[in-house]
């Protein structure tokens, strides 16, 4: 079975391809409580590098952490055409393992990444790398987006089916409940104040784009992988709603929830 590190490896520039980009109104929020005109950053399970993209132009420095090599080299890719490129920097370890130095950092974030990671060793190591006062934000935009209510409820229909058919197939990784990240950072005694907040993002999408979306979910390539059909996913009957739905590029939605922690 695929682990957090390998789940995504295998598709990594689909998956940059068509997720979304997360809002520069999320850094916006974050810097507020660091208080810290121009933070040191570090972003663990930086994936793509989608999640560096917010931070060009208002960080000093930015470190981006990633086990996935090919998820890496986009990162790096990603990293060397930002404003302010020599900044950027992307290396190799964990959340639980980052080697970087203590004390280095004012902001932490994890993006659409917590939920993969160990809790009780990854907290520890998060408060150790930020200073006093430093921020935690971890961050995930709910699935799937909001388009209109027939695409939402196919695509939940789709969801629904790919778990139940990834757990019958043993195929699902550990893995923890995003709705629980704030309960655990305060459990983990390494924080001050610990809270959760929602901000919304607009982009666009076509039915090409919200199939791609469901494509580039690790549970699906894993079932397809396996050899199940499209038929079989209930990817077929979400390609004829959406088709029907979402001829032409329309509005897609996002809320973004932000759990918070002062160190």
């Excluded at 890496?72 to 370890?93: K, M, N, P, Y």
């Excluded at 280095?104 to 520890?124: G, N, Y």
Aim: proline letters at 6%; one cysteine or more.
């Amino acid at each position: 079975m695929a682990d957090a590190t390998t789940r995504f490896s295998s598709y990594a520039g689909d998956y940059d391809r068509v997720r979304p980009q997360a809002p520069a109104l999320l850094a916006e929020v974050i810097s507020q409580w660091a208080e810290v005109p121009a933070p040191d950053v570090i972003d663990l399970g930086t994936g793509s590098g989608l999640s560096l993209l917010l931070w060009a132009g208002r960080a000093r420095s930015v470190t981006g952490v990633e086990p996935s090599g090919p998820m890496r080299e986009i990162a790096r890719r990603r990293a060397g055409t930002l404003a302010g490129r020599d900044a950027f920097t992307v290396v190799e370890g964990t959340a639980e393992d980052t080697g970087l130095p203590a004390g280095s950092a004012d902001i932490v974030t994890a993006s659409q990444a917590m939920h993969w990671f160990d809790a009780a060793r990854a907290l520890p190591e998060i408060a150790r790398l930020l200073r006093p006062g430093g921020v935690l934000a971890a961050y995930d935009c709910d699935w799937p987006p909001c388009v209109d209510w027939e695409t939402d409820a196919a695509y939940l229909a789709y969801e629904e089916r790919r778990l139940a058919l990834e757990i019958s197939h043993g195929l699902q990784p550990p893995k923890a409940a995003k709705e629980e990240h704030a309960d655990r950072m305060r459990a983990s005694g390494r924080f001050r104040f610990v809270t959760e907040i929602a901000v919304h993002h607009r982009d666009e999408g076509d039915a090409g784009r919200l199939v791609d979306l469901a494509l580039s979910q690790g549970g699906t390539v894993a079932l397809l992988n396996a050899g199940l059909s499209e038929d079989e996913l209930g990817l077929t009957r979400l390609r004829e709603v959406v088709a029907r739905r979402i001829p032409r590029p329309a509005p897609f939605w996002w809320t973004y929830r932000i759990r918070l922690a002062v160190r």
